[in-house]
């Protein structure tokens, strides 16, 4: 097997904690020689949905992804959706539970 270590995923809490966001990229230019973005105040129209990458560093270091600058420093570049969808799965799983145990107990107090 190609996996190992492997642990079930518990507390997904820190998922209420994230905040879903739209927004619009900006516009920006690449210098042809360096490579760098230079961002504009122009956004582009096409709505986005997702997180920001650092409210997600605050919250869940574990799914953002990085890149080092020319210094060797960990730069922030973004959040790493696939990471996301197991603890989404977890949540769900637990809220089915909830909601079951919820549906029983209130079929218990309807026939009393």
């Known amino acids: 097997a190609a996996k190992k270590n492997i642990v079930s995923q518990t507390d997904v809490s820190w998922l209420y904690d994230l905040n879903p966001v739209t927004f ?3 516009k920006h230019t690449v210098d042809k020689v360096t ?3 230079t961002y504009l105040e122009e956004t582009l129209d096409e709505t986005s949905y997702g997180l920001i990458a650092e409210e997600v560093e605050t919250v869940k270091k ?11 420093n960990d730069k922030l570049e973004g959040v790493s959706y696939k990471h996301l969808i197991t603890p989404l799965l ?4 637990n809220q089915k539970k909830e909601i079951d145990a919820l549906k029983a107990e209130v079929a218990t107090l309807k026939s009393s």
């Open 90 to 93: 977890k949540a769900l799983q």
């Open 35 to 37: 490579g760098v973005n």
């Open 24 to 26: 619009n990229y900006r």
């Open 62 to 72: 574990d799914f953002c992804f990085y890149h080092k600058d020319e210094d060797g």
